[in-house]
């Protein structure tokens, strides 16, 4: 939170924080730490990491109003979430519940778009058009929710990149990841058309690819956008 002064006064409010794989960074920050997430049971797997101390988790869907007073807050976090989510909502609750000239930080994943996880997710996308269906994109949702507070007298700080790693992946393990998700990009998938694409990326990919068990070594990159607001 250094580079948006946070202090220990003020409230960081973090949308989608799950199961606290970031929020459990930040509830031990010398800030005060709220989590909205729709779901009790990644909440609970939060809460029993033991890192929470006086911050608190709320059971909210950020689609509808969030639980928090106007003015509240000095940031509000999402990571690797708002595509899931509402733009214009996200706007106008983000406004109302931040102090005058609190901050707004989006987070997310940069890949090298040669990789299999870059490949096999334009192909799914692809696949995901065909049959009528077109979810929103990580860098889109991020977009549009900047372009929106911008409008509403925002100021853009810029993108940074805080963090990078490698790792190695095959495309066999990238589908597997998929098949127990209940959303591909943004939106639900029943389990019919899931499993069908998912066959299909596995045909495409031993075309593209040849062997699905090859595995690829990676680099991705953590990058998040900051909008100081009005």
């Known amino acids: 939170m ?7 006064d003020d409230l960081v409010v973090e949308l989608g ?14 800030v005060r730490y709220v989590g909205l997430d729709s779901s009790q049971a990644m909440l609970d797997v939060f809460r029993a990491k033991g890192v929470l101390g006086s911050s608190s988790l709320i059971v909210a869907d950020c689609n509808q109003s969030w639980p928090l007073p106007d003015g509240s807050a000095a940031v509000v976090f999402a990571s690797r979430v708002i595509h ?24 997310r994943v940069l890949r090298d778009p040669d990789s299999f996880k870059s490949r096999l997710r334009r ?20 977009r549009q929710v900047i ?23 095959t495309p066999a393990q990238i589908i597997a ?3 127990s998700l209940s959303r591909m990009g943004s939106v639900l998938i029943d389990p019919v058309t899931r ?19 090859r595995p690829e070594a990676f680099r991705e990159r953590y990058a998040i956008d900051v909008v100081r607001l009005p």
């Open 2 to 8: 250094e580079r948006v002064n946070a202090g220990a």
């Open 17 to 30: 924080s799950g199961t606290g794989e970031i929020g459990a960074h930040l509830a031990r920050l010398p």
């Open 84 to 107: 899931l989510l509402d733009p214009e909502h996200i706007t106008r609750e983000t406004v109302r519940i931040c102090r005058s000239a609190g901050y707004l930080i989006l987070g």
């Open 123 to 142: 192909r799914r996308q692809e696949l995901l058009v065909e049959v009528a269906i077109t979810p929103r994109q990580g860098e889109e949702g991020t």
């Open 147 to 169: 372009e929106r507070c911008l409008v509403a007298g925002g100021q853009s700080m810029g993108r940074r990149v805080v963090a990078e790693w490698t790792d190695a992946t």
């Open 177 to 179: 990841g998929w098949e």
């Open 195 to 213: 499993a069908d694409i998912l066959d299909e990326l596995r045909h495409w990919g031993r075309t593209e690819f040849g062997d699905l068990d």
